[in-house]
């Protein structure tokens, strides 16, 4: 279904991502209440990834049109961010070309894959479920850039996080690729 409860969280991951960027050119915010709100909207909207699964699972309502958005919305979401956090100087270009490289590149083979019937061989697996996490739990802490209950650092342990997820990409890229090779090999003959 293209509207749908579950769908409807997914767009709505999509409509975060002006939001989160037009938090940092807001006129009179301060540099604290900006991080402050980007970092809430980016961990609601990120919640919802996981809501609508369970809610299209919960409500029946699963759709191929949700199952190819799905996604879709994550990386729009994560590149986004990741991009806003290079412009503020607080992530790595290095680590965006590698985030937003690897999806460019596993997209496109996702795609091929399916085009040529062996999709189920770069089905996701738990490696890049682990470097979602890691991703959602870095940007956060590098959108808020301060301190959490006096103690945690969150430029220091988001930057942290983004480059152990930049690793966690490279690793699931060569993963699916890995399980892809052979369906490469036998149709380049």
């Not at 879709?72 to 961010?81: E, M, N, Q, R, S």
């Not at 061989?121 to 956060?140: E, N, R």
């Not at 942290?160 to 690793?171: C, S």
Request: some cysteine; charged content about 15%; proline content about 3%.
């Amino acid at each position: 279904m293209f509207f749908n409860l579950p769908t409807l969280f997914t767009w709505a991951r999509i409509v975060a991502i002006p939001l989160i960027v037009a938090v940092f050119y807001w006129p009179g915010l301060s540099e604290a209440t900006q991080n402050l709100i980007a970092t809430v909207l980016f961990v609601a909207f990120a919640i919802t990834d996981w809501a609508d699964g369970y809610l299209a699972r919960k409500l029946n309502q699963t759709s191929s049109f949700g199952a190819f958005l799905d996604p879709v919305a994550d990386k729009f979401l994560v590149c986004a961010c990741v991009l806003v956090l290079v412009h503020l100087d607080r992530a790595d270009v290095f680590v965006a070309l590698i985030i937003i490289g690897r999806e460019i590149a596993i997209s496109a083979l996702r795609e091929w894959m399916a085009m040529i019937g062996a999709n189920k061989s770069v089905a996701v697996h738990m490696v890049g479920k682990l470097k979602t996490t890691v991703q959602m739990v870095a940007i956060p802490f590098l959108l808020y850039d301060g301190t959490v209950l006096g103690v945690i650092d969150t430029r220091f342990w988001g930057t942290l996080l983004i480059w152990l997820a930049a690793v966690l990409t490279v690793w699931s890229m060569v993963y699916y690729l890995r399980k892809a090779l052979p369906e490469i090999r036998a149709k380049a003959r």
